[in-house]
């Protein structure tokens, strides 16, 4: 198998990073879509609330006025709504809160569309083989069939878990983080890549 | 920015299967690539990955205007889920992407990997809520 070389790689690589902020209006992260897929209900929560709002519009703003008041008192109230070039709103009718998110479904299409994507480039490069482990190194490692399984279980889990609570992965942290210098995708990058090589030698220490 | 669901659907499925293409044939689906690479023993992925970043940065910050905001707040969670993230990393193969591109190429043990991740992520979920209670701003 004759994989691109480094600069045609890097080529691809940082485009598609950049074509997805064009295509999309948002920064790229994988691990992103797997979350919205797992929050799917929380779609319907946004959805049903919306439309909660948009039908008791007047209610809903005299509520939020109501709470507002009671907060903060009417003399900073009026500032505050001043400081924004606003007056005290009357008894108008509110605007319901726009829904700009991505629908669930749309990530679900995201995660098929690279299985997709990696059979296309199998197909055409011929190296397409249906097969049940994951190469010669890994099954050196971590061994065959069931014990190979379960371990990728596991580790998947840790992959899993480990972008969920770091906020993002390879692709988020990595490619749409650190080329903005985000302080914490740099930590995060870091982290993530420091720990996959030691753990890389440890395991092949355990080996030998 | 404003999609309609029908196009919010026909371009992630754009960009999804370039992702794909383009990681096979870099070889971030590959174990035994990606194993060379966590060894130093060949630094081309590493190069690859560094060199995207630079494309990137060049395009983020000197080309286009009007960017999203990248919201990924500092919180307690970064250190700690970063490290399990690269040790899963290392073991399964697999990033978030990774798992899915490998089905395609027929490497049908990354369905385990998958799923591994699905749960993984859900297992989050709850763990954050009953414990944890910062932003954790995750991307998408």
Redesign the interface.
């Known amino acids: 198998?004759e994989?691109?070389?480094?600069?045609k790689?890097?080529?691809?690589?940082?485009?598609?990073?950049?074509?997805?902020?064009?295509?999309?209006?948002?920064?790229?992260?994988?691990?992103?879509?797997?979350?919205?897929?797992?929050?799917w209900r929380d779609d319907r929560k946004r959805q049903q609330t919306a439309d909660a709002f948009q039908a008791n519009a007047p209610v809903m703003q005299n509520a939020l006025l109501a709470a507002t008041l009671a907060e903060f008192g009417e003399q900073k109230t009026q500032q505050m709504l001043a400081a924004q070039g606003m007056s005290m709103p009357a008894q108008t009718a509110a605007r319901a809160p726009?829904l700009?998110g991505?629908?669930w479904?749309?990530?679900l299409?995201?995660?098929?569309?690279?299985?997709?994507?990696?059979?296309?480039?199998?197909i055409s490069?011929g190296?397409?083989?249906?097969?049940?482990?994951?190469?010669?190194?890994?099954t050196r490692?971590?061994g065959e069939e069931w014990r190979?399984?379960?371990?990728?279980?596991?580790?998947?889990?840790?992959?899993?878990?480990?972008?969920?609570?770091?906020?993002?992965?390879?692709?988020?942290?990595?490619?749409?983080?650190?080329?903005?210098l985000?302080?914490?995708?740099l930590?995060?990058?870091a982290?993530?890549?420091?720990?996959?090589?030691?753990?890389?030698?440890f395991?092949?220490g355990l080996i030998k | 920015?404003?999609?309609t669901?029908a196009q919010?659907?026909l371009?992630?499925?754009?960009?999804?299967?370039?992702?794909?293409?383009?990681?096979?044939?870099?070889?971030f689906?590959?174990?035994?690539?990606l194993?060379k690479m966590?060894?130093?023993q060949d630094l081309?992925?590493l190069?690859?990955?560094?060199?995207?970043?630079?494309?990137?940065?060049i395009?983020?910050?000197f080309l286009?205007a009007g960017?999203?905001s990248?919201?990924?707040?500092?919180?307690p969670?970064?250190?700690?889920?970063?490290?399990?993230?690269?040790?899963?990393?290392?073991?399964?193969?697999?990033?978030?992407?990774i798992?899915?591109?490998?089905?395609?190429?027929?490497?049908?043990?990354?369905v385990?990997?998958?799923?591994?991740?699905?749960?993984?992520?859900?297992?989050?979920?709850q763990?954050?809520r009953r414990f944890f209670r910062w932003d954790?701003?995750?991307?998408?």
């Open positions: 198998m994989y691109w070389s480094w600069w790689g890097a080529l691809a690589l940082g485009a598609l990073s950049v074509i997805f902020v064009l295509m999309i209006g948002r920064m790229l992260g994988v691990s992103g879509s797997w979350a919205n897929i797992i929050n726009a700009t991505i629908n479904t749309a990530h299409t995201f995660l098929a569309a690279m299985v997709l994507g990696g059979f296309l480039a199998a490069s190296h397409f083989e249906l097969r049940l482990d994951l190469g010669a190194t890994h490692l971590f190979e399984w379960l371990v990728l279980l596991a580790s998947g889990t840790l992959v899993g878990f480990g972008t969920q609570m770091g906020g993002g992965c390879t692709s988020g942290h990595g490619l749409s983080g650190v080329p903005r985000s302080p914490s995708s930590i995060a990058t982290m993530f890549f420091a720990s996959a090589v030691a753990t890389s030698f395991v092949e | 920015m404003k999609l669901l919010q659907h371009r992630y499925a754009l960009v999804g299967i370039l992702m794909g293409f383009a990681l096979s044939h870099i070889g689906t590959s174990y035994s690539e194993h966590f060894l130093f081309r992925m190069f690859t990955f560094a060199g995207a970043v630079m494309v990137a940065a395009f983020f910050n286009m960017m999203p990248s919201k990924k707040p500092m919180h969670g970064i250190i700690p889920g970063s490290l399990i993230f690269g040790a899963g990393w290392a073991i399964s193969g697999s990033c978030p992407s798992a899915l591109v490998q089905l395609g190429e027929g490497q049908l043990a990354a385990f990997t998958a799923f591994g991740i699905l749960f993984g992520a859900w297992l989050y979920r763990v954050h954790t701003g995750s991307c998408g």
